[in-house]
């Protein structure tokens, strides 16, 4: 395999989504093996323990790397966690050229177009045919599938979930510290950055901006959240965006193993890579299915309020795990801010 077709495949996996830009991965090359490790100094935090957001990082630039080396024509023969006392290490890749496979893959064109959509309302409708093919890209991957709400109390409890899950994240301090260093506000409100959130890219709307700056203190917010600033905040940015958005999905895993949490991550890019490719717009809601695991350590004030979230999520999707909600619709144009990468030789070296 030679530099140009490893470099292809690597910045096609640096494409992938990660929690809050956080782009959680190391790689490094000896001969035609690839080994993916998780990034120490960009994971961990207490949203991401034991490694749960970077898993589903992992798995979905694991899944950008296998699609893109199809299209050059190459196979990938994947090992997950290999050691299982070094909890970093993540998968090894070992590629082989595959002259007798159709090197087309369909997926390939839409990974450099996938990107994150937070504006609303989108139009719809979501077909029954694209919904078929969005389930037959999750079920690619063994034991991961997608539920749909089928009647209008399903999508009622699951816009309910989702909301209380990001009212969540403002009124738990130790998530309103996660979330607000994630976005850097020296980016200004239209300006890009290489990692983390620029604030453009939130689509916070301009009379807000100011008082959603203000939001980064904690003394700020503990008296804004006296005034029911969280449940207002969890209403705007989840239950008003979906409500008006005519299609929501859930990526449910067998397990909350982390080898099913990683498969789930390359699930939800294939089904993310196949919305694009229909012109759909999508906005993830990780939320409510990372609490809903039961790891996050947050203040015990709200444990019960991730016991109901668990419970919620059980009655929804039912045998296993849901993971991570996406809304999809259609928009009339791309939007103007998209979240940055940075440069490859950050991601480790060549051997």
């Not at 990692?195 to 890219?201: G, K, M, V």
């Given at each position: 395999?030679?530099e140009?077709?490893?470099?292809?495949?690597?910045?096609?996996?640096i494409?992938a989504?990660?929690?809050?830009?956080?782009?959680p991965?190391?790689f490094?090359?000896?001969?035609?093996d690839?080994?993916?490790h998780?990034?120490?100094?960009r994971?961990?935090?207490v949203?991401?323990?034991?490694?749960?957001?970077?898993?589903?990082a992992a798995?979905a630039?694991?899944?950008?790397?296998?699609?893109?080396?199809?299209?050059?024509g190459?196979?990938?023969e994947?090992?997950v966690?290999?050691q299982q006392?070094?909890?970093?290490?993540?998968?090894?890749?070992?590629?082989?050229?595959d002259?007798?496979?159709?090197?087309?893959e369909?997926?390939?064109?839409?990974?450099?177009?996938?990107?994150?959509?937070?504006?609303?309302?989108w139009?719809?409708p979501?077909?029954?045919?694209?919904?078929?093919r969005?389930?037959?890209?999750?079920?690619?991957?063994?034991g991961?599938?997608?539920?749909?709400?089928?009647?209008?109390?399903?999508?009622n409890?699951?816009?309910n979930?989702?909301?209380?899950a990001?009212?969540?994240?403002?009124?738990?301090?130790t998530?309103?510290?996660?979330?607000?260093?994630?976005?850097?506000?020296?980016?200004?409100?239209?300006?890009?950055?290489e990692?983390?959130?620029?604030?453009?890219?939130l689509?916070?709307?301009?009379?807000?901006?100011?008082?959603?700056?203000?939001m980064?203190?904690?003394?700020?917010?503990?008296?804004?959240?006296?005034l029911?600033a969280?449940?207002v905040l969890g209403?705007?940015?989840?239950?008003?965006?979906?409500?008006?958005?005519?299609?929501l999905?859930?990526?449910?895993?067998?397990?909350?193993a982390?080898?099913?949490?990683?498969?789930?991550?390359?699930?939800l890019?294939?089904v993310?890579?196949?919305a694009?490719?229909?012109?759909?717009s999508v906005?993830?809601?990780?939320?409510?299915?990372?609490?809903g695991l039961?790891?996050v350590?947050?203040?015990a004030a709200?444990?019960?309020?991730?016991?109901?979230?668990?419970s919620?999520l059980?009655?929804?999707?039912?045998?296993?795990?849901?993971?991570?909600?996406?809304r999809?619709?259609?928009t009339?144009?791309?939007?103007?801010?998209?979240s940055?990468?940075?440069?490859?030789?950050?991601?480790?070296?060549?051997?």
């Open positions: 395999m030679d140009q077709t490893k470099t292809g495949i690597l910045r096609a996996g494409a989504p990660s929690a809050d830009n956080s782009q991965w190391r490094a090359w000896s001969g035609d690839l080994d993916l998780i990034d120490g100094e994971s961990g935090h949203s991401d323990t034991r490694f749960v957001l970077s898993d589903l798995g630039c694991l899944e950008n790397m296998i699609i893109r080396g199809r299209s050059m190459y196979s990938a994947l090992q966690f290999p006392e070094d909890e970093l290490w993540v998968a090894r890749v070992h590629w082989r050229r002259a007798e496979r159709d090197a087309s369909p997926l390939a064109a839409a990974i450099d177009q996938r990107h994150t959509d937070r504006r609303f309302p139009r719809g979501i077909t029954t045919d694209v919904q078929t969005l389930n037959a890209q999750a079920e690619r991957i063994s991961q599938r997608l539920w749909w709400p089928r009647t209008s109390h399903e999508r409890a699951a816009l979930l989702i909301r209380q990001e009212t969540l994240r403002f009124r738990s301090t998530l309103h510290a996660e979330l607000f260093s994630s976005i850097r506000f020296s980016a200004g409100w239209h300006g890009t950055c990692e983390r959130l620029a604030p453009a890219t689509a916070v709307e301009a009379p807000m901006r100011p008082i959603f700056q203000a980064r203190r904690p003394a700020v917010m503990t008296m804004f959240n006296r029911g969280a449940s209403w705007r940015s989840a239950w008003l965006p979906i409500r008006l958005s005519p299609g999905c859930l990526v449910v895993i067998p397990s909350s982390r080898s099913d949490v990683l498969a789930g991550g390359r699930a890019e294939r993310w890579l196949q694009t490719q229909d012109g759909l906005q993830p809601y990780a939320a409510a299915g990372v609490l039961g790891f350590p947050i203040e709200f444990q019960p309020a991730l016991s109901q979230l668990r919620a059980t009655n929804l999707c039912g045998a296993g795990q849901g993971l991570v909600f996406l999809l619709g259609y009339r144009s791309a939007p103007r801010h998209r940055g990468r940075r440069e490859l030789a950050s991601f480790g070296a060549f051997h």
